[in-house]
């Protein structure tokens, strides 16, 4: 079995775990979070899912037991990118220590738009910079459905346009309206998921 190495230096636990736990890449965007625009998300994502949030737990992971993880069962409602069974289960490293319950934010019957990571080598994945790659979403009195993530949607457009015009990716006007608001905020589902497909239809 795989042994944890010792921190190296004064890299920072939380750093070498995420090290070793996820490939390069990811493991350097996890522990730094950098803001991330809504094109990074969907290029970066292996998958892109739609649904409830059927269960949560928290566990040890089975390899680790001194590492924290939440165990997500998720209802998949529409499939955005990737593959998804119907049913499927994830598990994500706890990151924040100071969370009481362990689930990261995880909660049953949520219903959430997630951009997930690939799974690591130990079978763990996270969304693509963490609640950036988290939508969740809310309905109003009339049924319109909205979506925000973790970071309130603050500069999840910056430049999207842009990149979808070199790539020669076409955005619907109500795309474009959306992308090119300054505003942060809460932004409607449906011209969201119009977006991602047109960003992901056109990425290379």
């Given amino acids: 079995m795989d042994r944890l190495p010792s921190p190296v230096g004064r890299m920072p636990l939380l750093a070498a775990i995420l090290v070793l736990l996820l490939p390069p890449a990811r493991a350097q965007e996890t522990v730094a979070s950098a803001p991330a625009d809504l094109d990074q998300i969907v290029q970066q994502a292996d998958t892109i899912v739609r649904g409830h949030i059927v269960s949560v737990r928290s566990e040890p992971h089975p390899q680790f037991p ?3 993880t939440v165990v997500v069962t998720f209802q998949a409602d529409r499939v955005l990118k990737g593959s998804a069974d119907k049913t499927s289960t994830f598990r994500q ?10 689930t990261s934010g995880y909660r049953k019957a949520d219903e959430l738009l997630l951009f997930l990571n690939p799974s690591s080598r130990y079978g763990l994945t996270s969304p693509v910079g963490l609640d950036q ?4 979403i809310e309905r109003d009195p009339q049924g319109n459905a909205f979506a925000l993530n973790g970071r309130g949607n603050v500069g999840l457009f910056s430049n999207v346009e842009t990149k979808a015009r070199t790539r020669g990716t076409a955005l619907s006007p109500r795309a474009q309206a959306m992308v090119s608001s300054p ?6 589902l449906d011209t969201l998921e119009e977006t991602v497909l047109a960003l992901t239809q056109g990425q290379r």
Wanted: aromatic residues 14%; charged residues 35%.
């Fill in 183 to 188: 505003a942060a905020g809460r932004v409607s």
């Fill in 66 to 68: 001194s590492l924290r």
């Fill in 93 to 102: 490293y706890v990151f924040d220590a100071r969370d009481p319950i362990k």
């Fill in 133 to 136: 790659g988290r939508f969740r």
